[in-house]
């Protein structure tokens, strides 16, 4: 603007101010092209309930509509009325879309793709007017957040919840536990095999029959924390199975999955004195998965524990090379590690030790007192607010993506509850979790700072992690009992910046040969949120330093006593300048490969995976394997594409003005020789 005119000029210069004024009090999205943040403090975000306000609880997850969005069942506090919740990304929530009501209390659902046919049902564990008996109903889903009104039954159980498996290698969900039938002993364990046929008017479901297990069985514990995982190292799921010893203690058997062969028992013992709920992951990311579980002295009728000890028991397994040319065999032709591109060779040799021995630095002992600096905190174990009492396990989850998984549980100090959240960090002296000098594999470290949102929460009786919004960091729910007047569900956004990359993964069951299912209306739908337990992932990728390292993630591999995981699979990679060298997905098919390999994955970004359709083998090179890539962008794009831009611009001035300069210094010249007298010539 410019002030021409004397009269003008104050009237002028003011304007020009207000304007100037404007602009900077302006929102920033009128001048600048990318969206502003929805949390901008780094710091975990109180988000609400984000739309569930029926004072109900989350009894599972699961994507009900296949938009590759994460979606929530809720049970009433009656315990027989479940309520599908959709998620909405443009309003930032869950929208409630369907309601069943059930005619008995609910215990647990499961959700799952039991009829092969792309949608996800829910399998529901009841009451029953039999003395000691779960029965099970299964209600067919429509992919759309509805359900089919009319139920499946399914033969019933003992109180001992059954747990999905895959246990012929068709990729569709059996169920193993143990039936409450009069022509079955209470401790003989059965599989509910799958024998769904839509081609039959009134099709069962489920067909018993004995387990291919070759070795003596366990009676199951109830409680229990059965689990399908890959334990031997071949990506293949094994089974895990706590059982009840007779005399109130607990033990333990592996069963390792040989495919067309059976099971075979690989290992058994006994668990230490008050062993609560077991979780699995790669605590140390050395392409092993570890069990953590707390132990205490005693359990409270509320559920609080006294005197509890973390315990991780590390699986002592071939390793990784220490180097690509390192040889994996020795001369005895004996193998002494994996190679990089050898990371789902089985170790038949595989072991838990949980010796208490000074000498076993596999199995390592954390009292609670040492992580939370307070002697006066107990362990919230089991959630007596619901009937029957849920177990409540150690959370694991990589919530800073540094490829360590991290720990979430909840406190009891003087009756309010607390969630806390602990960091994996490296060991150090006086770290906990680590020797007097500090040595051993990880410490654990109580995140404090920018944890007010935690804090707040005195009435938790649960948590877990899940991605909320799909945004590449993992978030927390807690559940609440409603004391503190800020309902019974409260999402805690993680919006603490971590320099470092993630990768989600999901295997899908096959559904429709991968394709397009078909509806009965003639409406088409891709078979997206199966909820398929047992896949396995494998992976291998080079820090800043050039230092490579392996990590092993399993897939849904709980589903009892509202275990609340996550149909996909979520890991942290840490701070990486290059690709994921090697990705190992596998599956419990049971083919010559029943895994692939995939090279120079990039790193925030969404894997899905699509083994090969019943009937076909993986084929060379795995490719009979379909595989989708789904980028997202992060936030730091659009300073890298601005810093990219200007700085080609400063070199572009750069070019033009030395170009100029050149094409000067060249007219100079010229002029010089056209004024230059050639004497010789003369």
Avoid at 628 to 644: A, D
Avoid at 656 to 673: I, Q, T
């Amino acid at each position: 603007m410019r002030c021409a005119f004397d009269a003008a000029k104050t009237w002028c210069r003011r304007s020009t101010i207000i304007l100037g004024l404007l602009l900077l009090a302006s929102p920033v999205t009128s001048i600048w092209p990318f969206p502003p943040k929805r949390f901008t403090k780094n710091s975990l975000m109180e988000a609400g309930s984000m739309g569930l306000n029926d004072g109900g609880r989350i009894v599972a997850f699961g994507d009900f509509n296949g938009d590759q969005y994460l979606d929530v069942l809720t049970l009433d506090p009656d315990q027989q009325t479940l309520s599908a919740y959709l998620w909405n990304r443009e309003s930032y929530a869950f929208e409630n879309v369907s309601s069943i009501r059930h005619s008995m209390p609910i215990y647990n659902v499961i959700p799952g793709d039991f009829t092969h046919d792309g949608k996800l049902d829910i399998l529901v564990m009841s009451a029953s007017a039999v003395h000691n008996q779960l029965d099970m109903d299964l209600y067919r889903g429509l992919h759309n957040g509805h359900f089919e009104t009319t139920t499946v039954s399914i033969p019933p159980s003992t109180l001992a919840e059954p747990i999905t498996v895959d246990i012929n290698g068709d990729m569709r969900i059996d169920l193993l536990g143990t039936p409450s039938l009069l022509n079955f002993a209470p401790s003989t364990l059965q599989v509910w095999k799958n024998a769904w046929n839509s081609t039959e008017p009134s099709p069962p479901l489920f067909e018993l029959e004995n387990p291919p297990f070759n070795g003596v069985q366990c009676t199951l514990a109830n409680p229990h924390s059965n689990a399908v995982i890959d334990l031997n190292g071949d990506c293949l799921a094994d089974v895990f199975l706590v059982c009840d010893d007779g005399s109130g203690g607990k033990t333990f058997q592996i069963w390792v999955n040989n495919k067309d062969a059976g099971f075979s028992l690989a290992q058994q013992g006994a668990l230490p004195s008050g062993t609560q709920a077991i979780s699995f992951a790669d605590i140390d990311r050395d392409g092993t998965i570890d069990m953590v579980f707390p132990t205490c002295s005693s359990v409270s009728s509320t559920g609080i524990g006294s005197n509890c000890v973390i315990n991780i028991a590390y699986n002592k397994q071939l390793p990784l090379c220490a180097s690509a040319t390192e040889h994996s065999i020795d001369k005895n032709g004996r193998r002494t590690c994996r190679s990089p591109e050898e990371l789902c060779t089985a170790d038949p040799n595989f072991r838990f030790d949980l010796g208490t021995s000074t000498k076993n630095k596999a199995f390592v002992q954390v009292p609670l007192s040492s992580i939370l600096g307070s002697p006066s905190s107990s362990l919230l174990v089991q959630d007596t607010t619901f009937s029957p009492p849920i177990p409540l396990p150690i959370k694991l989850g990589d919530a800073n993506l540094d490829g360590f998984p991290d720990l979430l549980f909840i406190t009891d100090t003087n009756g309010m509850r607390t969630p806390k959240l602990v960091f994996s960090v490296p060991c150090g002296k006086g770290v906990p979790g680590c020797g007097k000098n500090g040595e051993g594999k990880r410490g654990w470290s109580i995140l404090t700072k920018s944890a007010e949102s935690l804090e707040n929460v005195k009435d938790a009786r649960g948590a877990a992690f899940l991605d909320m919004a799909e945004d590449g960091t993992l978030d927390i729910v807690v559940q609440r009992t409603g004391t503190q007047g800020q309902g019974t569900i409260s999402f805690i956004q993680n919006n603490i910046y971590y320099d470092a990359f993630f990768l989600k993964a999901i295997v899908l069951n096959g559904a429709c040969n991968n394709g397009w299912c078909q509806s009965s209306n003639g409406s088409s739908y891709l078979p997206f949120g199966v909820s398929y337990s047992g896949a396995t992932y494998k992976y291998t990728v080079l820090d800043t330093s050039a230092k490579r390292s392996a990590a092993q993630v399993g897939q849904l591999p709980q589903t009892s006593y509202h275990s609340l995981l996550t149909p996909y699979s979520f890991f942290g990679l840490g701070r990486t300048n290059n690709y994921i060298e090697n990705l190992f997905v596998g599956s419990t098919k049971h083919t010559d490969q029943h895994f692939i390999n995939m090279e120079g994955v990039i790193p925030n970004s969404r894997v899905v995976i699509h083994p090969p359709p019943d009937g076909a083998d993986a084929g060379d090179g795995g490719a009979g394997w379909r595989r989708e890539l789904f980028l997202r962008p992060g936030e730091w794009i659009p300073w890298v594409t601005l810093t990219v831009v200007v700085a080609t611009g400063i070199l572009a001035s750069i070019v033009f003005v030395l170009h100029l300069n050149e094409k000067r210094e060249d007219e100079l010249e010229r002029r010089r020789a056209s004024h230059h007298i050639n004497f010789d010539a003369l």
